[in-house]
């Protein structure tokens, strides 16, 4: 249990050393602002999120095929291979390396994790999966630190070293008994056996059978589920959250050094501020994460709490960009003020809209649609991930930045909006009910580890 715990977390380390590897590189390429918004920086920056777009429907048509670990030894060597592409000094190979690291990155991490939630007990699912979560963004600080304070060379091979360890521990593991089961029962049960220890897995194998009944009888059910009203308004619904979770900008504050989104501020030195941000990322992640973890609240309140509150941290930070553009005296002698609203954004942001978009697909979906239509939404998580930071960093130039931090404040307000009348709160409601307030026939029924999962996706 502890190596597919470790292994789980190192592809999710390593998939957050991709996303925080343009944060040092922009700083140390970028010798002034006028830099910032040329067109080869800009896609160098933001070609990862197309990969990453593109990689979740791949890897899930891989996993399907070959299953998680086979998955993750068809696509280690290449994936490491890349990150030494990195290394040549030509732009174009670093644009076509940037977008195979998304590309590969993220099925490294979706295969890892999805061998992860298959293996480990129900029981302690739940709190795996806040350390698993929070390791993505220790990916990003780790990344972040290291290409700070050292040359690229090394801050390369620090984020290749992640992938081969990672490749190492996946060869002494099984592959995953959910896949096994489809055609080995007794390999099925091996596999999980090898994870749990004998006699302590029973319960997961009857059902894993269950549900791989149920999908054998009903295999094409999502054909015509897709079509129903209440699962295409359900998947609506969490394309609008979805769209407003990405809409706050929190990629910019991920992939951009403070000194570019705030006017070549500093509060202490670029490598510092990179890092204390770094710092603010992880504990707000894994604080929230553990809270989840424990509680159990009361889904739409608190996704409208945290919408609410994210616009007003950008609301403040953008009236900060006003002032300080005007040159306001009390402003210019505060320079650690973005730093603080920063750190209140995340604070607010992860308290709901960083989590609950997949606990609503979860919640929304009968377990024939759930996979595709997590596909559906975390593809254009990603898609509308690089929109976001390709029109920043288009526009960085041309727009004062506290005009691009109103618009944030002003789609986030709106997303506060669109949460209050169309997020259906499914905390202690089954299918049948989530789906009568959609507003349809009801169709499908979840899964046989919905009880025991409910809370761990």
Same mark, same amino acid.
């Given at each position: 249990m502890r190596?597919?715990?470790?292994?789980?977390c190192?592809s999710?380390?390593? %998939?957050?050393?991709?996303?925080? *590897?343009?944060?040092p590189v922009?700083?140390?390429m970028?010798?002034?602002?006028e830099?910032?918004? +040329?067109?080869?920086?800009?896609?160098l920056v933001?070609?990862i999120l197309?990969g990453c777009?593109l990689?979740?429907?791949?890897?899930t048509?891989l996993?399907?095929?070959?299953?998680p670990?086979?998955?993750?030894?068809?696509?280690?060597?290449?994936y490491?291979?890349?990150w030494w592409l990195?290394?040549?000094?030509?732009?174009d190979?670093?644009l076509?390396?940037?977008? /195979?690291?998304?590309?590969?990155g993220?099925?490294?991490s979706?295969?890892g994790?999805?061998l992860l939630m298959?293996?480990?007990h129900?029981?302690?699912?739940r !709190?795996?999966t =806040?350390f698993h979560s929070?390791?993505? &963004?220790?990916? =990003?600080?780790?990344s972040?630190?290291?290409?700070?304070?050292?040359?690229k060379?090394?801050?390369?091979?620090v984020?290749?070293?992640?992938?081969? #360890?990672?490749?190492?521990?996946i060869?002494?593991?099984?592959?995953?008994p959910?896949f096994?089961y489809?055609t080995?029962? &007794?390999?099925?049960?091996?596999?999980l056996? *090898?994870?749990?220890g004998?006699?302590? %897995?029973?319960?997961?194998?009857?059902n894993? +059978?269950?549900d791989w009944d149920a999908?054998?009888?009903?295999?094409?059910a999502y054909r015509?589920?897709?079509?129903?009203?209440v699962? !295409?308004r359900?998947?609506?619904?969490?394309?609008g959250?979805?769209? %407003?979770?990405?809409?706050?900008?929190?990629?910019?504050?991920m992939f951009?050094n403070m000194r570019?989104w705030?006017?070549?501020?500093?509060?202490?030195?670029?490598v510092?501020d990179s890092t204390?941000?770094?710092?603010c990322f992880v504990?707000?992640?894994?604080? *929230?994460?553990?809270?989840?973890s424990? /509680?159990?609240w009361?889904?739409?309140?608190l #996704?409208?709490?945290?919408c609410?509150?994210?616009a007003?941290g950008?609301?403040?930070?953008? #009236?900060?960009q006003l002032?300080d553009?005007?040159? =306001?005296?009390?402003?210019?002698?505060?320079?650690w003020s973005p730093?603080?609203i920063l750190?209140?954004?995340l604070?607010?942001?992860?308290?709901?809209l960083?989590?609950y978009?997949k606990?609503?697909i979860?919640e929304?979906?009968p377990?024939?649609?759930?996979?595709r239509?997590?596909s559906?939404?975390?593809?254009?998580?990603?898609?509308?991930?690089?929109?976001n930071?390709?029109? /920043?960093?288009?526009?960085? #130039?041309?727009?004062p930045?506290?005009?691009?931090?109103?618009?944030?404040?002003g789609?986030?307000?709106a997303g506060?909006?669109?949460?209050?009348f169309?997020?259906v709160?499914?905390?202690?409601k089954?299918l049948?009910q989530i789906q009568?307030?959609?507003?349809?026939?009801?169709?499908?029924?979840?899964?046989?580890l919905?009880?025991q999962?409910?809370?761990?996706?």
């Amino acid at each position: 249990m502890r190596i597919i715990f470790l292994a789980a977390c190192l592809s999710a380390l390593s %998939f957050g050393t991709i996303l925080g *590897w343009s944060n040092p590189v922009t700083h140390s390429m970028v010798v002034d602002e006028e830099e910032v918004g +040329k067109k080869h920086l800009v896609w160098l920056v933001c070609l990862i999120l197309i990969g990453c777009s593109l990689g979740v429907t791949s890897c899930t048509f891989l996993m399907k095929q070959m299953g998680p670990k086979k998955a993750l030894r068809a696509l280690g060597p290449f994936y490491i291979l890349t990150w030494w592409l990195m290394l040549i000094p030509d732009i174009d190979v670093q644009l076509a390396g940037r977008f /195979f690291l998304g590309f590969l990155g993220i099925s490294y991490s979706i295969c890892g994790e999805n061998l992860l939630m298959q293996t480990v007990h129900y029981g302690i699912r739940r !709190y795996i999966t =806040v350390f698993h979560s929070s390791t993505m &963004v220790l990916g =990003v600080l780790v990344s972040t630190v290291v290409g700070s304070a050292t040359s690229k060379f090394h801050h390369t091979l620090v984020c290749a070293s992640i992938p081969i #360890l990672h490749y190492v521990l996946i060869q002494v593991i099984p592959e995953s008994p959910v896949f096994l089961y489809a055609t080995s029962h &007794v390999a099925a049960a091996k596999s999980l056996a *090898w994870y749990r220890g004998a006699g302590n %897995f029973y319960m997961d194998m009857a059902n894993i +059978k269950k549900d791989w009944d149920a999908g054998r009888q009903d295999s094409d059910a999502y054909r015509y589920m897709l079509l129903s009203k209440v699962v !295409y308004r359900a998947l609506l619904t969490v394309m609008g959250v979805t769209f %407003f979770q990405v809409c706050t900008g929190y990629f910019i504050f991920m992939f951009y050094n403070m000194r570019i989104w705030c006017h070549g501020k500093t509060v202490y030195t670029p490598v510092v501020d990179s890092t204390i941000t770094g710092v603010c990322f992880v504990i707000s992640k894994l604080f *929230w994460g553990s809270l989840h973890s424990v /509680f159990s609240w009361k889904v739409r309140g608190l #996704l409208i709490t945290s919408c609410f509150a994210s616009a007003i941290g950008l609301t403040l930070l953008a #009236l900060y960009q006003l002032l300080d553009a005007l040159e =306001v005296d009390i402003i210019i002698n505060v320079d650690w003020s973005p730093m603080i609203i920063l750190a209140l954004f995340l604070f607010f942001y992860d308290m709901g809209l960083n989590y609950y978009p997949k606990i609503l697909i979860f919640e929304y979906m009968p377990f024939q649609m759930y996979k595709r239509a997590f596909s559906i939404v975390h593809a254009s998580f990603w898609l509308l991930s690089f929109l976001n930071i390709y029109t /920043f960093a288009s526009t960085i #130039l041309s727009v004062p930045i506290y005009v691009v931090f109103t618009v944030l404040a002003g789609i986030t307000y709106a997303g506060t909006v669109f949460c209050y009348f169309f997020v259906v709160e499914p905390k202690g409601k089954s299918l049948i009910q989530i789906q009568l307030e959609f507003g349809g026939n009801p169709i499908g029924k979840r899964g046989a580890l919905f009880n025991q999962t409910r809370h761990t996706v």
